[in-house]
């Protein structure tokens, strides 16, 4: 079952003001902009019961077509457990059902429901318009830069943390 939202939690994301200093701070900016974002896609995504975790596996079952469970998590980068717990709710509100497969009974392959569908085309709308909430004070210039920076930022991340490992 997704999470509900904190109300309170809201309220404290809604605060405008911000000093000078700290809005001169990328990582700043860029985090509180991340966590904005975020409770927004949550709050948005609530009326159908889904999390971002579980739109993203909607998402790739839509690309990818029917995964088990397992590959649907390595690909994803997902563990397993969590990866249970995101399969059981979406199957709870029949957003995807699983189904054995005929060649291997232990293998259950992981298929999006035509509501499943419908559900994914509802998020893309919000996620579509909270993109463009976000960055309409940029300039349909900056807006492309800024889209094209963020994957090899993601990369720049990993790259980051992969190094922490070492």
Not at 17 to 43: E, G, N
Not at 67 to 96: C, F, H, P, W
Not at 124 to 138: D, K, P
């Amino acid at each position: 079952m997704p999470p509900k939202v904190n109300v309170d939690s809201l309220k404290n994301l809604k605060q405008t003001r911000i000093h000078p200093a700290l809005r001169a701070s990328f990582l700043y900016c860029f985090h509180k902009a991340s966590v904005r974002y975020s409770a927004f896609i949550v709050h948005a995504f609530s009326k159908y019961r889904i999390i971002p975790a579980q739109y993203g596996v909607l998402k790739f079952l839509n690309v990818a077509g029917p995964l088990s469970q397992i590959t649907l998590g390595d690909e994803m980068g997902i563990d397993k457990a969590t990866m249970v717990k995101l399969i059981d709710g979406l199957e709870n509100e029949r957003y995807i059902r699983r189904v054995g497969n005929k060649k291997d009974r232990r293998i259950k392959l992981i298929y999006m429901t035509p509501k499943g569908h419908q559900i994914l085309q509802k998020s893309r709308q919000i996620i579509n318009s909270a993109e463009e909430r976000l960055l309409s004070s940029l300039s349909t210039t900056h807006k492309d830069v800024v889209k094209k920076a963020m994957p090899l930022l993601l990369e720049s991340s990993i790259q980051m943390i992969q190094d922490i490992k070492k």
